[in-house]
C-alpha cells in the first residue's frame, strides 16, 4: 500500500511539472466498440473511457473527451486540436515517424475476419476493413480486393449487405457483432498478429506528458487494475499483461 500511494504522489508531481495547461484533451473515435463508443446520453464510453479516466485521475490531472473521425485523428493531434490520442491505435514503426507512443496499454491483440459463411476466399475475395488501419494495409498484402469504410459499423454493414465477403479488424472490436448476430455472423480463417499493442500517441513535442501517462499506464500495470478493465470490456479471452 504504501509502495501504492509513494507511486500515486510521483505521478501527481510529475504531472505538476509537465504540464502548461490546465486541461488536458484526450482524443478519441467514438465509434470503436468496445474501445470507445458514444452512449445513450451522448458520451464517449467503453474501455478506453474508463481507461483514460482513471489515468488522468492517477496523474492528478484534469482531462476532457473530444471526438475526432478515425481518418483524420493524427493530423488534428498534430494541428493541437487535442493533446493525445486513445482511440485502439496500434503501435506501429510507420505511425512512430509522426507521433510518439506510451507503451501499450493492452498487450498485441489478434486481428480476425468475420464473414456470413465459412467458405468465403479470403485471399481472391473482397474485404472491407476501416480505413488507416493495420489491417487494411495487411488486405493490400494478401492479394484480396480491399474496400474501406470511415467506422467500424459501416465495414460490418458491407458484409452484411454484400458488398464485401469478409470484414477484418480487431478481434476484440468485431466480437459484440459477431457474439449478438445470433450465428448470421462468424469468424473465418485464422487469427493474425499485426501491431506492437495499443498506446496513447503524443505530439513529439510533448514528451513530459507523454511520460506522464506512461508511468500512470505502468502503475495501473503494476496493481492489476489494467488487467481487470481488459477482462471486463474486452473479455475473458483478450490478452492481458
Known amino acids: 500500500m504504501k509502495k501504492l500511494i509513494l507511486g500515486t504522489a510521483a505521478l501527481a508531481l510529475s504531472a505538476g511539472m509537465a504540464l502548461a495547461q490546465d486541461v488536458v484533451r484526450l482524443g478519441t473515435e467514438g465509434a470503436y466498440p468496445p474501445y470507445n463508443f458514444i452512449n445513450d446520453n451522448g458520451e464517449v464510453d467503453g474501455f478506453e473511457r474508463e481507461l483514460g479516466d482513471e489515468l488522468c485521475a492517477r496523474a492528478a490531472l484534469t482531462c476532457e473527451w473530444v471526438t475526432n473521425d478515425w481518418d483524420s ?11 493525445t490520442i486513445i482511440a485502439g491505435m496500434s503501435i506501429t514503426a510507420e505511425r512512430r515517424e509522426v507521433v510518439d507512443f506510451t507503451q501499450g496499454y493492452t498487450p498485441p491483440s489478434p486481428s480476425a475476419y468475420a464473414a456470413l459463411s465459412d467458405d468465403v476466399d479470403l485471399t481472391g475475395g473482397v474485404i472491407a476493413s476501416q480505413t488507416g488501419t493495420i489491417q487494411a494495409n495487411y488486405v493490400v498484402d494478401t492479394g ?3 474496400v474501406e469504410f470511415p467506422t467500424l459499423d459501416e465495414a460490418l454493414a458491407a458484409v ?12 476484440d472490436s468485431l466480437a459484440p457483432a459477431v457474439n449478438e448476430s445470433g450465428g448470421e455472423m462468424m469468424f473465418v480463417g485464422e487469427d493474425i498478429a499485426l501491431g506492437e499493442g495499443i498506446g ?5 513535442s510533448d514528451p513530459d506528458l507523454r ?11 503494476d496493481d492489476g487494475t489494467l488487467n481487470d478493465l481488459i477482462t471486463k470490456w474486452l473479455g475473458e479471452d483478450s490478452p492481458r499483461f
Open 211 to 221: 511520460a506522464t501517462f506512461d508511468a500512470a499506464i505502468q502503475s495501473m500495470k
Open 200 to 204: 496513447m500517441a503524443f505530439r513529439k
Open 160 to 171: 452484411r449487405n454484400g458488398e464485401a465477403d469478409a470484414v477484418i479488424l480487431d478481434k
Open 144 to 146: 484480396a480486393t480491399l
Open 73 to 83: 485523428i493524427i493530423p488534428n493531434l498534430v494541428s493541437g486540436n487535442y493533446d
